[in-house]
């Protein structure tokens, strides 16, 4: 064991527990009001009555919520959809209209052997 280990921490000494420390003075009266109070408090609660529907009206506003949400979750995908569309049909009609060079040659078959015959529509 080293030093560290057996000497106590800081304010944990005996004469530091706080053991003979009493309150501030309690003003007079104060346990007839507590009483008072909790008597009022416990008329409240007594009056509060839950009610019937409450679980079913909860229910229902969550569940349409959680319709709308889906609803706005499925216009947002078709929009993103019909847009991403929209921009690539627009740049594929941005390309030039007139042929550019796709293969260069005298147009012999480049395959060693013979090629398949085509359809001709």
Partial sequence: MT??????????GPDRTDHGRTGPPRPP???????ELREALR???????????AYRTARGEWL??????????????AV?????????LWVLNQAPSDPGV???GDGDAAADGPSL?????
């Fill in 102 to 104: 796709i293969f260069s």
């Fill in 80 to 88: 993103v959809f019909a847009l991403a569309t929209l921009i690539g």
């Fill in 43 to 53: 008329a409240l609660a007594g009056g509060v009555l839950p009610d019937p529907d």
């Fill in 3 to 12: 030093h560290r280990d057996a000497t106590p921490s800081r304010g944990t």
């Fill in 117 to 121: 015959p085509r359809l001709r529509p």
């Fill in 64 to 77: 349409r919520r959680e319709r709308r949400r889906r609803l706005v979750l499925t216009v947002l995908v």
């Fill in 29 to 35: 009266g104060a346990e007839r009001t507590e009483r």
